[in-house]
DNA sequence: CGTGTGATGTCT
DNA sequence: GACATCACACGG
């Protein structure tokens, strides 16, 4: 099993590169005697001012944004609907601010913990390999399944429980199968034509992304 | 298979 | 009032 543990100079370039380059890296999540792996097959770019769907829209940090603003490879974390998080680890825009929002994995090691964070089994030991498809399959899912909450934002990625390994990285070993789509979820009165920029980068059929048809 | 809806915290 | 979501209910 590959223990490296990627740098936060990793972060440090254009979001779109960087985006391109989670896909097939493994996200480590590690607490005493229970560690979980994921594989990254889908991300989503939220850049600064000139985008209508950013949390950075308005060019200013707040209390909770002030990660996408700051050094690359800070976790930026905040609550969606009430009831899920979501992860984002920040890179710089052109722009300036921006993160990129980690929507969708494959699990690696933990399946059965990630099912019960899930709150699909009671434990472990029940999980069934045959629910696998949709463990990971979405950004709310994947922060239930790997415990991860608004108290991690504002850590580097690397400093706490959460770090990223190179696992195999898609965009260098096969750029073909990286696809770009538009966005998911944003609502098209608010967000105007960024709603239809392709800014949500997959592994071509994989069968662990959100949004799968058939 | 599809669409609709309720749960719920934090932001503007 | 909006929201970068999810699970469940229901109809065909």
């Known amino acids: 099993m590959m223990t490296e543990v990627i ?36 991300v989503e770019v939220y850049e600064g001012q000139n985008d209508a769907a950013s949390h950075a829209r308005s060019g200013e940090p707040t209390d909770r944004t002030w990660p996408m603003f700051d050094r690359p490879g800070r976790i930026y974390v905040y609550t969606i609907y009430g ?82 390994e190179p696992g195999e990285p898609v965009c260098q070993n096969d750029p073909d199968s990286v696809d770009s789509t538009p966005r998911i979820g944003l609502n098209p009165d608010t967000c105007g034509e960024s709603c239809r920029w392709p800014w949500r980068y997959i592994v071509a059929d994989s069968p662990w992304t959100s949004c799968r048809a058939g």
Do not use: W
């Open 7 to 42: 740098d936060t100079a990793f972060f440090d370039r254009d979001i779109h590169r960087v985006a391109r380059d989670l896909l097939g890296r493994t996200l480590v999540r590690r607490r005493s005697d229970d560690t979980r792996r994921a594989r990254i097959v889908e």
């Open 83 to 164: 009831m899920y998080h979501c992860l984002n680890l920040r890179a710089p825009s052109q722009s300036g601010p921006g993160a990129i929002l980690i929507r969708a994995a494959a699990p690696v090691e933990g399946a059965g913990r990630m099912a019960v964070g899930r709150g699909l089994i009671a434990t472990a030991e029940r999980y069934d390999a045959t629910m696998d498809s949709d463990l990971l399959s979405g950004p709310g899912k994947l922060c239930q399944a790997l415990d991860i909450g608004p108290e991690m934002s504002g850590e580097m990625l690397g400093d706490g429980m959460l770090a990223l």
